[in-house]
């Protein structure tokens, strides 16, 4: 089975011209089933959504983005929150999620899914009770899902490690609320820090996609460039991270997310640049070689 293959570019990289300038990346562009925004790319102006200044929205109306990813290109999924320090309950994050659908909507597009980032993560820095996430992702999930689209989970391992990550899904299940799929961010440097070994990496990884496949549910795995200051370093880590990844599971997950979140020198979120894919550099050049790897030329 080929994997899926989504594309999140950068919060404040070079969108637009993703979808002014497609001949830049006709290449990539065909190989793609979903491009991901974050939430911030439609909402800057809203408070609480920080990051890439009030005119990202407008903009990517202007260039009628929406419409051309469903036309075009696939779906269209949203990178979202669901219980943050600032939405212990859900309910501020699921509001969000509401006024995101309503643009993009009325700019002719239609968002299939939200990923949403890391509820199980939040709960030790939110000092929350196991009960007390289920509660709130559920309420978002349920929420999202009477809206008209659908709602999956990123989590993060080995921040929280695998056991843990199983149970919260099992949780959610038991509450009527079972996300739509798995986004596996895989912090390299922490399975290096908490020394687990590539026997147990390896265990966890593959003991997730079984449990994905016995639940019915896609599992993908973020592909990106951990700890990259440059274009250059960025994809040729995210490359290696590829490569392993596909030693370690002893085949490719359901799915692939390239997708950044790095910072470039000066601090900003835009790196890597997005076009064009001629360059060995850029985002799309590098989403062209994921997608040979995993056989979606």
Not at 25 to 30: G, N, P
Not at 38 to 58: H, R, S, W
Not at 227 to 232: G, I, L
Request: proline share 5%; charged share 20%.
């Amino acid at each position: 089975m080929t994997a899926d293959l989504h594309f999140g570019p950068n919060v404040a990289s070079d969108i637009l011209p993703l979808f002014s300038r497609t001949g830049d990346w006709m290449f990539a562009s065909a190989k793609v089933n979903t491009v991901q925004f974050y939430i911030q790319n439609i909402l800057a102006d809203e408070p609480g959504q920080m990051g890439v200044g009030p005119n990202t929205y407008p903009a990517l109306v202007e260039v009628d983005a929406f419409r051309t990813i469903n036309q075009s290109l696939g779906n269209i999924s949203i990178e979202a929150g669901a219980v943050k320090e600032w939405s212990l309950d859900g309910r501020d994050a699921l509001n969000g999620c509401r006024m995101a659908i309503e643009r993009v909507e009325a700019a002719g597009g239609k968002v299939a899914a939200f990923a949403l980032d890391e509820p199980k993560g939040a709960q030790r820095v939110c000092h929350l009770s196991n009960q007390h996430v289920v509660d709130g992702t559920c309420r978002v999930i349920d929420g999202i899902r009477e809206l008209g689209s659908d709602a999956g989970l990123i989590e993060p391992y080995p921040y929280v490690p695998m056991p843990d990550l199983v149970t919260f899904f099992e949780a959610l299940q038991r509450g009527g609320s079972s996300p739509a799929f798995w986004h596996l961010d895989v912090d390299r440097f922490g399975i290096r820090d908490q020394k687990i070994s590539r026997e147990r990496f390896a265990a966890d990884l593959q003991w997730a996609q079984r449990q994905c496949r016995a639940w019915g549910i896609p599992f993908g795995v973020i592909v990106f460039g951990q700890r990259a200051t440059t274009a250059a370093a960025y994809v040729q880590s995210a490359l290696a991270w590829a490569n392993d990844l596909r030693l370690l599971m002893g085949e490719w997950p359901d799915r692939i997310i390239v997708q950044s979140w790095e910072r470039a020198a000066g601090g900003a979120l835009t790196l890597p640049h997005n076009l064009p894919e001629s360059d060995s550099t850029s985002h799309t050049a590098l989403l062209n070689a994921v997608a040979q790897m995993v056989g979606r030329d």
